[in-house]
Structures are given as structure tokens and as C-alpha cells.
């Protein structure tokens, strides 16, 4: 199954909060080879920063922080090596697919580009964790499912 995984979801394999628990079981079932998670470039960069914002409210030091960055980057070596996470490129037409979703969804522009990233990515699965973003996939006949819900 392709699942795609936004980044307000992403975020949570690599820092422990409400929702942990489901990201953690989707990246194992992807590393047994049952899954494949899809992912944009967007969602990388969108990960990094959420990693940095904490580290910068001193919730780890810089050890930990210098940690989890090297982890992100080992585990999408690692998994887009072994087929189990595949990124998605951003291309100009992407971005301007999103511009629909941002203001007949009201959606942010980050938003509404990985809704739009995981429907031409065809995936089986959108999971985030933001209830207006898993609103406006379910309302375009995507299935999705709020990580921090289940």
C-alpha cells in the first residue's frame, strides 16, 4: 500500500508526542517491506524545521539535536534504498494544483501542496495531524487518517 505521510505526521517518528505511536508503526510495516511511504521534498525541509523549532525551545541539546538530524537523513538513505519510502518531486505544476486547494479549502500553501502531492502520487493513504487538512482530503474522496486520532 502507498501511504502518504504529510509532515505534521512525519515529524513525530523522530520526536516523541501525541501520535508517535502510529507514525512509528507506519515506518515499521514500511521497513518489513508492507508499505511504502511517499513523501515530498516539501516534507523534509517542513521536518527539519519542526526539529530545529524544538531545539531551539531547548527541549534537547545539541547532541540530541545533531541525533535526530542524522537519523532523518540515515533513515531516507536507508529506506528510499530499500524502496520502502519513495520522495516525491515538486514541480511546477504540483504547486500550481495546490493553488486550488488553498483557497477552495482555505488551506495553507504547505497544505494544500502535500494534499495535492498525495493524490497524484496515487496513495492508498493520506495520514497527518492537522483535523482542517484531513477535512479537505476526506472531502476529495481521499482516505485519510488524523495519526494523532487513532
Known sequence: MNIYIDSSAYVK?????????????IFENAKKGFDVILISLWTISETINA????????????????????????????????????????????VKMSW???????LSAADSLHLVTAIRSNADIFYAAD????????????KAIDVEEV
Open 100 to 106: 486550488e486547494y488553498i483557497s477552495s479549502e482555505h
Open 13 to 25: 517518528e523522530y520526536h516523541d508526542e501525541t501520535g508517535s505511536d502510529q507514525v512509528q508503526l
Open 131 to 142: 483535523k482542517r487538512l484531513i477535512r479537505a482530503a476526506i472531502s476529495k474522496n481521499v
Open 51 to 94: 526539529i530545529d523549532k524544538h531545539f531551539m525551545r531547548r527541549e534537547f541539546n545539541e547532541e540530541e539535536y545533531n541525533t535526530v538530524l542524522g537519523a532523518i537523513f540515515s533513515d531516507l538513505l536507508d529506506m528510499v534504498e530499500s524502496n520502502n519510502l519513495k520522495i516525491v518531486d515538486i514541480d511546477t505544476n504540483l
